[in-house]
């Protein structure tokens, strides 16, 4: 596992000699934390590292579970999404990648839990046809981007 850049490590303030200034100690390192933790959080994508990746083997009539910021489905035949919930619901702002690694094409049910640009199926190509989409936790469906 490669190193931390500096960029992205904490300066821990120096821990006290006298007793005394440990109250203040902990409240500057809380607050060096607070920030750096806050940080973090805006340098990842949906709250999860942006190179988070699961490959998922679907099915005919397959539903895709959003566990990570890309899926990789895989397929050798052709397939196509359940009718009503093409992908389970995710979280607020939660962003989604399709993509179809294997070598069939994969068809995306449109009001399948999802809202596509075209308003109707969606086709990811064999070898690399991607997908962007976003959940929109108010109207429950996942939206393409």
Not at 17 to 32: C, G
Not at 113 to 126: E, H, R, S
Not at 137 to 145: D, L, P, R, V, Y
Request: hydrophobic share 45%; no cysteine; net charge neutral.
């Amino acid at each position: 596992m490669g190193t931390v850049p500096k960029l992205f490590r904490p300066i821990i303030p120096t821990p006290p000699r006298d007793p005394e200034e440990v109250i203040r100690w902990a409240q500057a390192l809380s607050d060096v934390l607070a920030k750096y933790f806050r940080d973090a959080e805006i340098s990842l994508l949906d709250k999860r590292a942006f190179v988070s990746v699961e490959k998922q083997l679907p099915g005919a009539a397959f539903t895709i579970s959003p566990n990570s910021v890309r899926i990789e489905l895989y397929t050798t035949v052709g397939i196509t999404s359940h009718a009503t919930t093409a992908i389970k619901d995710g979280e607020v702002g939660q962003l989604l990648i399709l993509q179809n690694v294997g070598t069939a094409t994969i068809t995306i049910k449109h009001a399948a839990n999802t809202i596509l640009k075209t308003g109707a199926d969606t086709i990811l190509a064999v070898t690399n046809g991607i997908m962007l989409l976003s959940w929109d936790a108010t109207g429950s469906n996942w939206i393409e981007i």
